[in-house]
């Protein structure tokens, strides 16, 4: 049960907060994506990425903004990614190397 919130908080993490940026601030929010549908998809589809671009975006995309945008595609990956091996495991027949039980 725990282990199911803990996952549930931090999938929708970033649309939360995405959600009180978009609340408290929201000339933010639209002078950086100018139209609803841009953030809309993004929180959808790419959180991580729409929140990290949110944050960089009033002096543009430059220098080490180029990192936390990275850092956030990859968080965006690892989220789909994380899911599909869980439900690999989940699956039947599929078993994850270390806990086959081998006869030596």
Do not use: E, K, Q
Not at 41 to 70: E, H, K, Q, R
Not at 72 to 99: C, F, K, M, Q, W
């Amino acid at each position: 049960m725990g282990c199911c919130l803990f996952a549930s908080l931090l999938a929708g993490a970033p649309r939360i907060a995405f959600l009180l940026w978009w609340v408290v601030d929201p000339a933010r929010i639209n002078a950086a994506f100018g139209t609803f549908i841009w953030p809309l998809l993004g929180v959808a589809v790419v959180p991580w990425t729409t929140l990290a671009y949110l944050a960089v975006f009033p002096g543009g995309v430059a220098g080490f903004d180029w990192v936390w945008m990275g850092l956030a595609v990859l968080a965006d990956i690892s989220t789909y990614g994380g899911g599909g091996v869980a439900n690999r495991r989940r699956t039947t027949g599929a078993s994850h190397p270390s806990t086959t039980n081998r006869v030596v």
